[in-house]
């Protein structure tokens, strides 16, 4: 790895674990760097909601703490 | 709904030179109808499969789901919802395994996210052993819920005034415990779970504790307008066998609480006139 692409990377945690993202990225593109289709999922960003709509807007920042959830079974 | 009549039991009258008369039972919840009295789980099916398969062969409309962390070392593993599809059946998403009201309102926030439903169940437990509602968390995040504009249902205590009081704190519908969470003990506690139906101005479902298809029916006779459960059918040993059987108990309890059941006696009654004995 360059030494430009180490100062673009940032590094959040998401559902427990650290993870690398790169700077200036959406929700949007992190969830999609992780392989995830934002229609079947909900984020939570620093304990609030970020809503669906919002996901391509709200940018990932340095230490931010993501939740990302979905449905199973369950009684 | 799409779905609306497919588990309706019709309630036909009939009457010697009077026209047939039809009306479905159907039973409302925060203004959606549905036909189908039984709610079913999701949780400890050996496959999605299974589980869909039950879902089927129950008849319900509705079934309970979990929100839940999404694997992010294997985005792509199959979902439930691509095997259970949110578009026909009705998700109900539950708090099962928060402890404390703001756990619980934290999970809901995030359904109402994920699938854009305001009908949410709220379960907030006193403790692992028992999994008893915790009935001063249960009411705090009823209270949240309903300022946020969610229309919780919540299992509850089989208690009265416990009752009362949720529904007074905005809940649009009571889920009193039959018997503990996944115990398959039947319903233990016939006659407060009669006081709540009496007492409420809102649907009461008996959640948990049903084990077999007479504790379903007993729920229903006893004027319940539904019963929620999972683990009866999903540890059943032919899980589809055992939802289709559920439905029927269901729809039979239902019809013998319309019907109105006989008086009991102590002694005999004989069916056969006493009058032309040889």
């Known amino acids: 790895m360059t030494e430009a692409a180490q100062e673009a990377t940032i590094c959040v945690t998401v559902n427990g674990e650290p993870r690398p993202v790169r700077g200036g990225s959406s929700v949007a593109a992190m969830l999609e760097a992780i392989g995830l289709d934002p229609r079947k999922v909900a984020v939570e960003r620093n304990l609030e909601v970020v809503p669906r709509s919002t996901l391509g807007e709200v940018g990932v920042n340095d230490g931010d703490r993501f939740e990302i959830v979905h449905f199973v079974g369950g009684g | 709904m799409a779905t609306a009549s497919r588990s309706c039991i019709s309630l036909e009258v009939v009457e010697v030179n009077a026209p047939q008369s039809v009306a479905a039972d159907t039973w409302t919840v925060a203004g959606r109808t549905f036909c189908s009295r ?105 209270e949240t819920l309903v300022s946020e504009g969610f229309e919780p249902m919540v299992y509850c205590v089989d208690d009265p005034i416990a009752a009362r009081q949720l529904e007074e704190a905005g809940a649009v519908a009571i889920m009193p415990l039959g018997a503990p969470i996944g115990s398959g003990l039947g319903i233990q506690n016939r006659v407060t779970i009669r006081l709540i139906v009496e007492g409420a101005n809102v649907p009461v479902l008996v959640d948990a504790g049903v084990g077999t298809a007479s504790d379903a029916a007993v729920a229903m006779e006893l004027g319940c307008d539904g019963v929620l459960m999972n683990t009866a059918i999903a540890e059943a040993k032919d899980p589809v066998m055992m939802a289709r059987a559920m439905k029927s108990a269901v729809e039979a309890g239902r019809l013998a609480y319309l019907a109105g059941r006989m008086g009991k006696r102590r002694y005999a009654d004989p069916s056969s006139p006493l009058a032309g004995l040889i």
């Open chain 2, 38 to 142: 039984l709610i079913v789980g999701t949780g400890k099916y050996k496959s999605f499969e299974e589980n869909a398969a039950a879902v089927e062969a129950s008849g319900a409309e509705i079934v309970t789901v979990a929100v839940r962390r999404v694997n992010i070392a294997d985005p792509t593993q199959p979902m439930l919802t691509d095997f259970i599809d949110p578009k026909t059946i009705t998700y109900l998403p539950n708090t099962a395994g928060c402890f404390t009201a703001d756990e619980a309102v934290r999970t809901l926030r995030l359904a109402r996210e994920a699938g854009g439903w305001k009908l949410v169940k709220l379960e907030v437990l006193g403790e692992a052993k028992t999994l008893y509602p915790d009935m001063r968390e249960t009411l705090k995040a009823t």
